[in-house]
T-cell receptor, first 114, second 111 residues
């Protein structure tokens, strides 16, 4: 068990709605990254936060946004949900924003958009 | 842009050795990771390479050649529990910090 927890574990939303996913980082970690993983695919990088600021972003539209809080927990917000947003959303926390720091993943939130 | 290629599936026999290859293209290379992911579970860290050469950790070894944009993960003395997806991921610092994952290689270990 990594100490990274995500909530909720499963979620069903309707197209057009908004969703907030939460991640509690492992104690002492100051960096969190969010990923979208479709079935049978590798995780796709959404963005990374370091000390409450976004310092890296993948090819996702602006309706994907995030926050990192002073206690290093974080949120992923997705507006105007589309059917293709159905996926497993993973957060990963690590000690620093670069270098040989392994990331510890949470178990993910399975989002289904209907 | 970034691109990571690895084989989709591999099959090997219990007790054998298997090598999973990964090739990548990235403009701001800052290290390569290998993760293991069992079905329905989160990825778990296996190895990290930032300099050329071989890193060994128990039954698992990982190799990197930066000039060739190439890495491999070597699994020795395969066990049934090694059946999983193996994800190659590259850390890229160009235009911000990103970790880009390949699609993963599904390894099936048979008795």
């Amino acid at each position: 068990e990594t100490g990274v927890t995500q909530s909720p574990t499963h979620l069903i939303k309707t197209r057009g709605q908004q969703v907030t996913l939460r991640c509690s980082s492992q104690s002492g970690h100051n960096t969190v990254s969010w990923y979208q993983q479709a079935l049978g695919q590798g995780p796709q990088f959404i963005f990374q936060y370091y000390r409450e600021e976004e310092n890296g972003r993948g090819n996702f539209p602006p309706r994907f946004s995030g926050l990192q809080f002073p206690n290093y927990s974080s949120e992923l917000n997705v507006n105007a949900l589309e059917l293709d947003d159905s996926a497993l959303y993973l957060c990963a926390s690590s000690w620093d924003r670069g270098g040989n720091t392994e990331a510890f993943f949470g178990q993910g939130t399975r989002l289904t958009v209907v | 842009g970034q691109n990571i290629d690895q084989p989709t599936e591999m099959t090997a026999t219990e007790g054998a050795i298997v090598q999973i290859n990964c090739t990548y293209q990235t403009s701001g290379f800052n290290g390569l990771f290998w993760y293991q992911q069992h079905a329905g579970e989160a990825p778990t860290f296996l190895s990290y390479n930032v300099l050329d050469g071989l890193e060994e950790k128990g039954r698992f070894s990982s190799f990197l050649s930066r000039s060739k944009g190439y890495s491999y993960l070597l699994l020795k003395e395969l066990q049934m529990k090694d059946s999983a997806s193996y994800l190659c991921a590259v850390r890229d610092m160009a235009g911000g910090f990103k970790t880009i994952f390949g699609a993963g290689t599904r390894l099936f270990v048979k008795a």
